[in-house]
């Protein structure tokens, strides 16, 4: 390529790259604009809305709607640090000792977060979960309706009534006291621990599509229980124990290394004098 050719090609070349260059520098721009200045310091878009992350959830979730009020804020708080520094507070004696503590908080936690990513693992997740399914073996569930009356003999009638063919969930719509009556007498699953021992005795002793030949009391009144299931209690997945295996595994972490921190440390108690 002759020389005056290569050099117009390397010109178009550079021209063309700094457009790209200025075209992703506006882009950046458009995407973090500046929203005020401050005696000549800028403020930018981002840092607005990463202010809002001191507020409650809720306002939180707003903070696009907040922006205004948002900015404000900050324009107030640019100007209050101005007037601070103005007057020569960066070296003030106060202001030394109050960084030194929130620095020595800002240690703290760090440290404490860096040892909670280091420790809560997977593994550690996993074998927790183990031992809590092992201590957590499934329970016999059943899944009942029932009908409460206030004595026996009608409870007696409405058991002839479903021997007759009648339907147990509009019987127990028309005729229970008990508050699942509107429901067709549903309780929903449970457990024998649920209920009460002579209620849980005679669902249990039932098999599934079965309700009681005589009425079962309690200090609730008589009842007749249909039970239309029965299945071992769901045992929860990893996941959806991950966030309480986790708190948990995180105050272990804490007391372990604080029984460690303690057993290498001289420590004195000093009980001041009476």
């Not at 103005?86 to 800002?106: F, H, N, Q, S, W």
């Not at 039932?206 to 029965?230: C, M, N, R």
Request: aromatic share 4%; charged share 30%.
């Amino acid at each position: 390529m002759p020389t005056l050719a290569r050099s117009r090609a390397l010109a178009a070349l550079c021209s063309v790259l700094v457009l790209f260059g200025a075209a992703q520098i506006a882009s950046a721009q458009d995407a973090d604009p500046v929203v005020a200045k401050v005696n000549g310091k800028e403020i930018l878009r981002s840092e607005v809305l990463a202010s809002a992350s001191n507020l409650p959830p809720q306002m939180r979730a707003q903070a696009e709607e907040l922006l205004p009020v948002l900015l404000e804020r900050l324009v107030d708080i640019q100007l209050i640090t101005e007037a601070a520094s103005a007057e020569g507070l960066e070296t003030d004696e106060e202001v030394i000792e109050r960084l030194a503590e929130v620095k020595k908080e800002v240690m703290r936690q760090i440290y404490l977060e860096r040892l909670v990513e280091q420790e809560v693992t997977d593994e550690k997740l996993q074998a927790q979960y183990d031992e809590f399914v092992a201590a957590n073996p499934p329970e016999q569930q059943v899944k009942a309706r029932h009908i409460l009356v206030e004595d026996e003999a009608v409870a007696k009638e409405i058991i002839e009534a479903l021997d007759g063919g009648a339907d147990f969930a509009e019987l127990a719509g028309e005729r229970s006291i008990g508050p699942s009556g509107p429901r067709g007498g549903d309780l929903g699953y449970f457990t024998s621990g649920t209920m009460v021992p002579a209620f849980s005795a005679a669902a249990f002793a039932l098999e599934p599509g079965s309700y009681t030949a005589e009425p079962v009391q309690t200090q609730f009144g008589w009842h007749v229980i249909l039970v239309e299931d029965k299945r071992d209690s769901p045992v929860p997945s990893l996941d959806e124990m991950r966030e309480q295996l986790t708190e948990e595994l995180t105050r272990s972490i804490f007391q372990d290394k604080l029984t460690e921190l303690r057993d290498s440390a001289d420590i004195e108690i000093i009980q001041p004098e009476e």
